[in-house]
Each structure stands twice: as C-alpha cells, then as structure tokens.
C-alpha cells in the first residue's frame, strides 16, 4: 500500500501548514525559525517530507 502525506499551507497564519491524515486528524504544524512545532507526534512520513520539503537545509552553499 502507497502512503501519501496531504498537507496544505494556513492562509490565515503565517509559517504554518496542516496535515489531513485518513483517520481524520488534522495536524497543525508551524515553522518558526526552523523549528517544527505541531499538534500531534507525527509519524516518520511526514517527518521526512517535511524535513525534506518544509524545513530549510543547515549546508547552504552559496
């Protein structure tokens, strides 16, 4: 089974998105400074896509 992460940005905050889990859940995630604050622990899914996707990488080169 394929897992997929549906996550979307807050057009009334700032720095801040939610994730639509199947279960009905939605997570509340908001980036300040590079660092993740949430409403739920978050599975290792979207840890990874959002430290992919989301947070901003420590080797800037250039």
């Given at each position: 089974?394929d897992?997929?992460?549906?996550i979307?940005?807050?057009?009334?905050?700032?720095?801040?998105?939610?994730?639509?889990?199947?279960?009905?859940?939605?997570?509340?995630?908001?980036?300040?400074?590079?660092t993740?604050?949430?409403?739920?622990?978050?599975?290792?899914?979207?840890?990874?896509?959002?430290n992919?996707?989301?947070?901003?990488?420590?080797n800037?080169?250039g």
């Amino acid at each position: 089974m394929d897992q997929s992460i549906v996550i979307s940005p807050s057009f009334m905050k700032p720095n801040t998105f939610f994730i639509f889990r199947e279960d009905g859940i939605q997570v509340e995630i908001k980036i300040v400074d590079n660092t993740l604050f949430r409403s739920h622990k978050l599975t290792e899914l979207e840890l990874e896509y959002i430290n992919n996707n989301l947070l901003k990488t420590k080797n800037t080169n250039g």
